[in-house]
């Protein structure tokens, strides 16, 4: 065991990014089986591309996200049931999570199932969306199965759009991106530009590229350090969650629909509640006693989130 304190070592690293490729195979296997087409989009898709297995820290993941086919959500969800995981957001209302995917868990282990229906950034349909991300896929050996990955230039904007959602807070997707940087030729970048341009995602790609120096420069190569809407230069920020809720509500029309939006925030469903706050699981004691932080903790969290995103919108 790993002294308290310390970092775990290479090879624990490596034994836990196994345990997420034999997920992997096993997902995707059973998937192929029932007629349903996926795309890993991170995890082995980008640490095989970006990193040397002599990397002194290598890229770990604890997850897996698919790209599946669109339209076929249902004998996703039923191949998934039968390999025993659940849908964590099954209960949740609309809005309450990410619009682009759903997680999925197993009772006996930690590794989820991130299963995308879009990616964040990309504002096209998810028709369009497979297509062009699809084509041009390349095979992927994980854990002794053939797996299907994105093209370069995907791969490309995936980890650019990636570090554009998770802000400057987190650094494993800075960290992509500067080694992404540092190994593909301008020629690449190009690809992945005009992919953002056909999918409909230049704002979120001028984004996280914008995070970093050596990404500014390649923005301005691009022509597009200008780009950047309110929503991505928002969450390049790593707000707090009130900031994209103001974002939202600016963006809903009408006051009965800006009315309707608040009153979910004020009152989220049951699950949304037992997933927020460790209190709420307790009984419904627990859950009454959620409900009531819940406006206080939005109070609080108001004007942090104001700011930040009048901020975003200059």
């Known amino acids: 065991m790993a002294a308290r ?3 775990p070592r290479p090879a624990l690293l490596v034994a836990a990014n196994l345990a997420v490729d034999a997920v992997t195979a096993e997902v995707v296997a059973a998937l192929r089986a029932d007629g349903v087409g996926s795309l890993l989009l991170r995890g082995p ?3 095989t591309w970006l990193y040397s297995e002599e ?3 290598p890229r770990t993941y604890d997850d897996l996200d698919l790209l599946v086919t669109p339209d076929q959500e249902e004998r996703c969800a039923a191949v998934l049931t039968g390999l025993g995981f659940y849908n964590r957001s099954w209960a949740f209302a609309p809005g309450e999570t990410v619009e682009h995917a759903s997680e999925w868990h197993r009772s006996e282990s930690r590794i989820a199932v991130d299963l995308h229906r879009g990616l964040f950034g990309v504002k096209t349909d998810p028709h369009t969306l497979w297509r062009e991300v699809a084509a041009g896929a390349e095979r992927l050996d994980v ?3 053939q797996v299907d990955v994105p093209s370069r230039p995907a791969r490309l904007l995936i980890v650019t759009l990636h570090a554009a959602h998770h802000g400057i807070s987190e650094p494993k997707p800075l960290r992509d991106l500067a ?3 540092e190994r593909a030729d301008p020629p690449l970048w190009q690809e992945a530009a005009a992919l953002a341009v056909r999918l409909s995602a230049v704002p979120s790609f001028a984004a996280g590229l914008l995070l970093i120096p050596e990404g500014v420069a390649i923005a301005k190569q691009l022509g597009i350090a200008d780009a950047v809407d ?3 230069a928002l969450l390049a920020q790593s707000p707090t969650a009130t900031a994209y809720g103001f974002a939202r509500l600016a963006a809903i029309p009408g006051l009965r629909r800006k009315a309707a ?3 979910r925030k004020l009152f989220p469903t049951p699950s949304f509640m037992r997933h927020a706050f460790p209190i709420a699981r307790r009984g419904r004691i627990g859950l009454a006693m959620a409900y ?3 406006p206080i903790w939005l109070l609080a969290h108001a004007g942090p989130g104001l700011i930040a995103w009048l901020r975003a919108r200059r």
């Open 5 to 7: 304190g310390s970092q």
């Open 45 to 47: 898709a980008i640490s």
């Open 55 to 57: 990397t002194e820290s």
């Open 143 to 145: 854990a002794g199965d």
């Open 179 to 181: 080694v992404a940087i």
């Open 230 to 232: 309110t929503e991505a």
């Open 261 to 263: 939006f608040l009153a």
């Open 292 to 294: 009531l932080w819940r």
